[in-house]
């Protein structure tokens, strides 16, 4: 301990002191957000959140949290399939035993509500539910408390606008995607993403925007945040529950918006051998939404304004804007 802190421990000084100085000895953050925060049911000033060192997620990774996107239409801001996010972010609450403490109806509203505060109308929306300050247990449901927050941020291009135009330059990871015997994949578990990042910071020391993993089979399993697709051939695929996935809500819209179009499409496992020999691949996400893949271990993969992709990705931005009124119901407006 400190000379000050002692001498603040002496004399009782206050535990605003206190805080203050253990605020001054945490790194302060370099990025954007948003001023207002729901938190367990009320919007407060994000200056104001505290989190205890004894909090079981920050040690365990015992959460689960959702990524959602509002886009700028010309009806105003409007949050992309919230209720599908909902609906999965209480699915994997149960799976891990947090008690939530609010409907589905509620979380939407509150998500709108947080939305229309902040004022950002192209936005990134991170709800989160995790256990709180208590045991240390490995048994925290029941002893720690759930606390429930949404954030939301400015995000532009995940991947970068470059990436979104002309692809971005992805590798096969050497780490391999758990097993649904060990980790339940459709659960968008906050501890499960360590895998992600593990190949994600692999993929970066290797000059790459990002990374594919494997399964212990060979077989591909998704990217550190996205699933995977290719064409080839005017035929579109992607692997499902089987390949250890998180079936996404972007795909399962981009596989929607392929019908729309008459693309013909097929899921099924596939192996990185087929993503060598396609005519494009390209991944989907909540942040990187629809982006084409150029390169694959420095292979080049085309990417043409009149492919699969392209057509795609089209669709998928006029949907999320507003401008397809055959997939209107996808949008809440703030």
């Not at 109806?105 to 939305?115: F, I, K, R, S, Y």
């Amino acid at each position: 301990m400190g000379d000050e802190a002692q001498r603040m421990q002496r004399t009782g000084e206050g535990t605003v002191a206190a805080e203050t100085l253990l605020t001054s000895r945490l790194h302060p953050g370099s990025e954007q957000h948003a001023p207002w925060v729901w938190v367990n049911g009320d919007l407060v000033r994000s200056e104001s959140l505290r989190m205890h060192y004894f909090t079981h997620a920050l040690h365990y990774g015992s959460g689960v949290f959702e990524g959602i996107r509002c886009y700028e239409t010309a009806a105003g801001p409007a949050v992309f399939r919230l209720r599908d996010h909902v609906d999965r972010l209480l699915a994997s609450a149960r799976v891990y035993g947090l008690s939530v403490g609010h409907s589905a109806a509620d979380l939407c509203a509150a998500t709108l509500e947080t939305v229309r505060r902040n004022g950002i109308g192209n936005a990134y929306i991170r709800p989160l539910a995790f256990f709180g300050e208590g045991s240390i247990h490995l048994t925290p449901s029941g002893r720690c408390p759930t606390e429930v927050l949404i954030a939301v941020r400015p995000l532009g291009a995940y991947l970068g606008d470059e990436g979104v135009a002309r692809g971005v330059r992805v590798v096969l990871s050497s780490w391999r995607k758990f097993d649904r015997s060990m980790l339940p994949p459709s659960v968008k578990g906050c501890g499960h993403y360590m895998n992600s990042i593990l190949a994600a910071q692999e993929a970066a020391a290797r000059g790459a925007a990002e990374a594919i993993l494997l399964n212990a089979d060979g077989t591909v399993a998704e990217a550190t945040g996205e699933n995977v697709f290719f064409a080839t051939r005017g035929l579109l695929v992607t692997n499902g529950d089987s390949s250890n996935i998180l079936p996404g809500i972007t795909r399962d819209s981009v596989l929607t918006l392929a019908a729309d179009l008459g693309i013909p499409a097929v899921v099924r496992p596939f192996g990185p051998e087929e993503l060598f020999a396609a005519d494009e691949v390209f991944l989907t996400g909540t942040a990187a939404e629809v982006t084409p893949v150029a390169a694959l271990d420095d292979r080049p993969i085309a990417c043409v304004e009149s492919g699969v992709t392209a057509r795609l990705q089209r669709a998928f931005f006029d949907c999320v804007r507003g401008r397809d009124p055959r997939h209107m119901r996808w949008l809440s407006h703030a």
